[in-house]
């Protein structure tokens, strides 16, 4: 008996063997014991058949107790490839084996021998939905867990790591793809090992036979070379030496790839090349995309995570379900601390401490930052250290990186722990080379490090590794091939801290060429930039309030926030408080009582025209960052007092409010011109649409650019959004199509969308026809009025009007530039059998007598559904109505209300009046004012 075995069995639990798993014994339905089958294709236990033919049954004399056939009786050659491969079972033992040593300890952030825990004694239960919002892949990764903090009022339906691969009920789809993607640090990888330690013990998913975990750092490292899958998984896992290419084929295996996001591959899944043979070599890319694909063991089940940036990799043809990890529920996050420390008075104590803090409360959604809590906060309440405890994310950051130091004296100094103060000069020497290492890699995204990259920065091994709760060492020992050193921060909040100290370190140092290369953006201001930075020495530090607005205004522009968390940071370090904890390392400047407040003085009068109003929000953040609780103290008392305001709210006072709105209940109603603002002001509340049902935006001077804030709203997982208004703004063709984006996404369920006065033509009839042909469409009232739609517009609408998938009720199409063309497109849709039309306005359009005679043959339609006509100066006589009376004289007719005002003289409604007065007559408003 193998270790795995007896392990297995000591739980009360017995692995599948690969016997089990080929097929079932058509006589005891058990799985099969030694298995025969016949050559008219039905299989056995050999003791079953036995039993039934009651002698040896070798002679093949008797029939089959399944076909009464009589075949001969043959050992099948699944069963002589597991007779010839005895040690089989002994190598999927010594694989359970190999798995659980690599994931039933894990190192939370450092990877100091002797730190490692067990992974099933600190492990809490993540948050994992069905579904991803779709706008989060533009979006800075903090401002995602802020999304995310609200996810307990959703009542979405969570999914248990254990049942990635299990259909919900009402599922009848199989799962073979699963895409899971969340935040750095949220819990994908702790998810994936405890998926996988389940798997190696017994515990879960035992109908797996055979489960593959391969990381897409490994595979980087060898992404030039050409392996077929089976020499891929010999590489990787040389447990699998023995194993051959038929095993793959009937056993049922289970590939993980984690960390799509750190992946340097190309996949691209348009190719062409086509590999279905697990001996057959090829590139990486061409062996990952076939295996994902279907065409390399179809059978196959797969994994893949990912950080939402770099989940749009897979195509959606490809992937059967898509997860999301959204960290920890208020209440796992308390679990997690009481599991963590015995002590239940500590848990206690840093648990009250993170409610205190907005903040801090959002960022413990990731285990990765309840750890750097934890280490923080039980280092401050263990040693008894004097002053008041971290609430901002400067703050709690600067002590992090202070412990690591600490950690790194006990470590490795003989001598008496030394105080922040005395941060020795190598201390500081290898920390900016981290933080050199951070910033340069911050701007294009890098996450994942290799010893050149360290090098480049003057870091080496030895350096690294010392400070190893701050830049982790990865090392595969598995993998003979993979003899290089993959080194990553533990968080990307930790990357943008230490690259935000040195860009600080750099400022106050007068590295101007470091400073000039960050802040230049365009040749127009190269210019002043460079007098304002090449100054004297001894006149820089009055430049803080400069630098900090520049970088501010740098952020500001950026399309996905990537550079928010990093500002955030810069805006903490000025404080003396932080430079102070930090020993020196950020040098001399000028953060007087003065200073500060005209840096926090140009943050509140921070222009942001023509800016994203979801980047405005960061402000806000940074004058938190500052200790500024100022607009925040402001905002909470005009919500207290139930929005009645009676002051004028400024621009920063609108992005608080924006952000304070997202975090609250979901709103009734958001009246967008009932606060007293600035046009500024009034577009930085934009944001707040993502959590109200029914948002009122018409006549707010919106454009384009607010259109995807608006689209994120109907986008996003859940969207509240039920009825939008957006008329009386000036959002032109390219922002409707942005609209129509959002209209199209699965999440979206909008009812409600006035467009009147926009400045629309055919174009948004084109995007917005092809949303209501999207499945499924929920819109049920349109509002195109006072746009220049022409015929050709209007024609183009009407063909997503006759979609099945569209249920729209009402559409109000007047003074849109129509003429009788648009009234033949329109009969079209009132003719289909699709139709759900209502309600239809054609009020002040050129429609004539010709207009209405073709309209009228789709009300004579047995499938229309119309009940309210607007035909209000249509330039229309007497032979409208007598096509229109024709149309209501046929049954059935749904028409209640007719609606013919400035077109026609009494004379010629004799026809109406007429059919008014047939009993049978369902015309109950007929409207001639």
Same mark, same amino acid.
């Given at each position: 008996m193998s270790r795995e075995t007896d392990a297995l069995q000591r739980k009360g639990k017995r692995p599948v063997s690969m016997e089990e798993q080929l097929s079932s014994c058509a006589l005891c339905q058990d799985v099969l014991r030694d298995p025969v089958s016949t050559s008219c294709g039905h299989w056995f236990c050999r003791q079953c058949i036995s039993s039934y033919w009651d002698q040896s049954p070798s002679s093949g004399e008797y029939s089959c107790p399944q076909c009464g056939k009589r075949p001969r009786l043959q050992i099948s050659s699944q069963s002589r490839s597991v007779t010839a491969d005895r040690g089989l079972q002994e190598v999927l033992d010594e694989h359970r084996i190999s798995l659980r040593e690599r994931c039933e300890h894990v190192t939370e952030g450092s990877d100091e021998a002797g730190r490692r825990t067990l992974l099933n004694r600190i492990y809490t239960e993540l948050y994992i939905t069905e579904g991803q919002s779709e706008e989060v892949n533009s979006?800075?990764?903090?401002?995602q867990l802020e999304t995310a903090s609200r996810m307990e009022s959703l009542h979405e339906t969570p999914i248990k790591c254990q049942d990635i691969f299990k259909a919900l009920p009402g599922q009848q789809k199989p799962i073979r793809v699963v895409l899971t993607s969340g935040v750095a640090g949220v819990g994908k990888t702790f998810s994936v090992q405890k998926f996988t330690l389940d798997w190696a013990e017994g515990s879960e998913n035992q109908d797996v036979s055979l489960l593959v975990l391969l990381s897409f750092r490994e595979l980087n490292l060898i992404r030039d070379e050409r392996y077929s899958l089976l020499e891929l998984l010999r590489? =990787? @896992?040389?447990?699998?030496? +023995? *194993?051959?290419?038929?095993? #793959?084929? *009937?056993? +049922?295996l289970l590939f993980i790839f984690d960390g799509l996001d750190e992946s340097r591959l190309s996949l691209d899944f348009n190719i062409s090349e086509a590999v279905s043979d697990v001996s057959e070599k090829s590139s990486l890319n061409v062996l990952l995309t076939n295996l994902i694909k279907g065409n390399l063991l179809p059978s196959a089940l797969i994994w893949i995570t990912s950080r939402p940036a770099a989940a749009n990799q897979i195509p959606a043809s490809c992937v059967d379900r898509v997860t999301e990890v959204r960290g920890f529920t208020d209440a796992q996050k308390e679990e997690y601390f009481r599991r963590r420390f015995s002590d239940e008075d500590l848990s206690s104590r840093i648990i009250s401490h993170i409610k205190t803090s907005r903040s801090l409360h959002i960022m413990c959604l990731i285990p990765v930052f309840c750890w750097i809590t934890a280490t923080v906060l039980?280092?401050?309440?263990?040693?008894?250290?004097?002053?008041?405890?971290?609430? %901002?994310?400067?703050?709690?950051?600067?002590?992090?990186? #202070?412990?690591?130091?600490?950690?790194?004296?006990?470590?490795?100094?003989?001598?008496?722990?030394?105080?922040?103060?005395? #941060? %020795?000069?190598?201390?500081?020497?290898?920390?900016? +080379? #981290?933080?050199?290492? &951070?910033?340069? @890699?911050?701007?294009?995204?890098?996450?994942? =490090?290799?010893?050149e990259d360290l090098e480049r920065c003057g870091l080496d091994v030895t350096e690294a590794s010392v400070y190893s709760g701050v830049c982790t060492e990865i090392f595969k020992r598995e993998s003979v091939i993979l003899q290089k050193t993959v080194y990553c921060f533990v968080h990307l909040s930790v990357q943008e801290c230490l690259a935000a100290v040195y860009m600080f370190h750099c400022f106050t140092n007068c590295n101007t060429d470091v400073i000039e290369a960050f802040l230049i953006e365009d040749n127009n201001r190269e210019s002043s930039t460079n007098s304002s930075l090449r100054t004297k020495k001894s006149s820089r530090p009055r430049l803080l309030s400069v630098f900090l607005k520049r970088a501010m205004e740098k952020s500001l522009k950026s399309p996905n926030g990537h550079l928010d968390l990093f500002v955030r940071f810069l805006h903490g370090l000025s404080l003396e408080s932080n430079q102070r904890l930090l020993g020196g390392l950020l040098g001399q400047t000028d953060n007087s009582p003065e200073m500060i407040q005209r840096v926090i003085k140009n943050l509140k009068r921070m222009n942001s025209d023509g800016i994203s109003p979801d980047r405005s929000i960061n402000i806000f953040h940074c004058l938190m960052e500052m200790n500024d609780l100022s607009v925040h103290q402001d905002?909470?008392?005009?919500? +207290?007092?139930?929005?009645?305001?009676?002051?004028?709210?400024?621009d920063i006072h609108c992005s608080a409010l924006a952000y304070m709105l997202q975090m609250?209940?979901?709103?009734?109603? =958001?009246?967008?011109?009932?606060?007293? %603002?600035?046009?500024?002001?009034? *577009?930085?509340?934009?944001? &707040? *649409?993502?959590?109200?049902?029914?948002?009122?935006?018409?006549?707010?001077?919106?454009?384009?650019? @607010?259109?995807?804030?608006? &689209?994120? &709203?109907?986008?996003?997982?859940p969207s509240h959004l039920r009825q939008l208004d957006l008329s009386r703004n000036k959002l032109q063709d390219s922002g409707v199509e942005l609209l129509s984006a959002g209209l199209k996404s699965p999440n979206c369920r909008l009812e409600f969308l006035g467009l009147g006065e926009c400045g629309l033509s055919e174009i948004s009839c084109s995007s917005l026809a092809s949303a209501l042909n999207s499945n499924p469409s929920h819109l049920r009232v349109l509002i195109l009025s006072h746009n220049k739609l022409q015929d050709s517009g209007v024609e183009l609408l009407s063909v997503g009007l006759q979609s099945p998938n569209c249920r729209l009720e009402t559409l109000r199409l007047g003074e849109c530039g129509l003429s009788d063309i648009s009234c033949s497109s329109l009969a079209s849709a009132l003719r289909s059998n699709h139709s759900r039309l209502k309600q239809l306005d054609l009020s002040n359009n050129k429609l004539q007598d010709s207009g209405v005679e073709l309209l009228s043959a789709g009300l004579k339609s047995p499938n229309c559904r119309l009940e309210t006509l607007w035909l209000s100066h249509c330039g229309l006589s007497g032979i409208s109505c007598s096509s229109l009376a024709s149309a209501l004289n046929d049954n059935p007719s749904h028409l209640r209300v007719l609606i013919l005002s400035n077109n026609l003289r009494d004379s010629d409604l004799t026809p109406l009046f007429d059919l008014q007065r047939d009993p049978n007559c369902r015309l109950e408003r007929l409207g001639l004012w």
């Open positions: 979006q800075h990764e903090v401002r590489v =990787f @896992h040389p447990t699998f030496q +023995k *194993v051959r290419a038929q095993t #793959l084929a *009937v056993c +049922k039980e280092n401050m309440m263990r040693t008894g250290q004097r002053g008041e405890l971290p609430k %901002t994310l400067t703050d709690m950051y600067s002590h992090f990186l #202070l412990v690591q130091t600490k950690r790194k004296k006990n470590k490795y100094d003989e001598g008496p722990q030394m105080s922040p103060e005395e #941060l %020795t000069r190598s201390d500081r020497e290898v920390l900016l +080379k #981290l933080g050199r290492l &951070a910033f340069e @890699h911050l701007e294009n995204g890098n996450i994942m =490090f290799y010893q905002i909470q008392d005009l919500l +207290k007092s139930q929005n009645r305001w009676g002051v004028k709210l400024s609250s209940e979901v709103l009734d109603v =958001f009246y967008l011109k009932k606060y007293d %603002t600035s046009d500024q002001g009034r *577009v930085r509340l934009i944001p &707040a *649409v993502r959590n109200c049902r029914k948002a009122e935006l018409y006549c707010c001077g919106l454009s384009e650019t @607010h259109c995807e804030v608006v &689209a994120s &709203a109907l986008r996003s997982n």
